[in-house]
């Protein structure tokens, strides 16, 4: 028995999940780096950051929220939102946080963010985020710093993955979608 269940801790410690990375295009060399970094973790499902990427190009909210679902959430379990200066002010990754959000006849997706660029240890985070993160961790999201290494990454993927029937009930997706990007509270522009 104790045998079993330290086998099944080293398989889920190696599983490869299929994550949606949710970012700002402006911080495309810092989400390229990560993935770079941490590909022997996880199989990156992105929108709009690696060249042989499509960016969903249309102001039409229905039809984004069901292209990224389609496309990019399908297969995916955990959503990544790596947030940078400006990440909590763009109208897309709110629109993917709430799709990652959605509960019905799948389970929703895990949800972590992690602040970029390596060293920082805080960040503004976006809307619905907040709504779903707590300081104490009792929240559905958690926030991390940048990961100090792969295993510490497998562990908080690991720990998304379980909160999707974990903790489910703790989801708040009721804040109505962002319509534009809004001024963001560092550069005081809005992109």
Not at 87 to 104: A, C, F, N, P
Not at 152 to 180: C, F, H, K, V
Request: with cysteine.
């Amino acid at each position: 028995s104790a045998r079993r269940s330290r086998h099944r801790e080293n398989y889920m410690i190696f599983l490869k999940r299929k994550i949606f990375i949710s970012h700002y295009k402006g911080d495309r060399r810092e989400v390229d780096a990560f993935i770079q970094e941490f590909e022997g973790v996880f199989i990156p499902k992105v929108l709009g950051a690696n060249d042989n990427n499509e960016f969903i190009n249309s102001t039409n909210t229905d039809y984004v929220m069901q292209r990224i679902r389609e496309k990019y959430l399908e297969d995916s379990t955990v959503t990544i939102v790596l947030v940078g200066s400006c990440t909590h002010s763009r109208r897309y990754v709110d629109w993917e946080i709430k799709s990652s959000l959605q509960q019905g006849r799948d389970l929703p997706n895990g949800l972590l963010g992690i602040a970029i660029p390596r060293g920082k240890t805080s960040a503004h985070l976006p809307e619905r985020f907040k709504y779903n993160w707590k300081k104490d961790g009792e929240g559905y999201a958690k926030f991390q710093s940048y990961p100090s290494s792969e295993q510490q990454l497998r562990e908080w993927i690991e720990g998304a993955y379980q909160a999707r029937t974990m903790r489910a009930s703790l989801i708040d997706n009721s804040l109505p979608m962002m319509r534009y990007n809004s001024k963001c509270t560092i550069c005081e522009k809005t992109h």
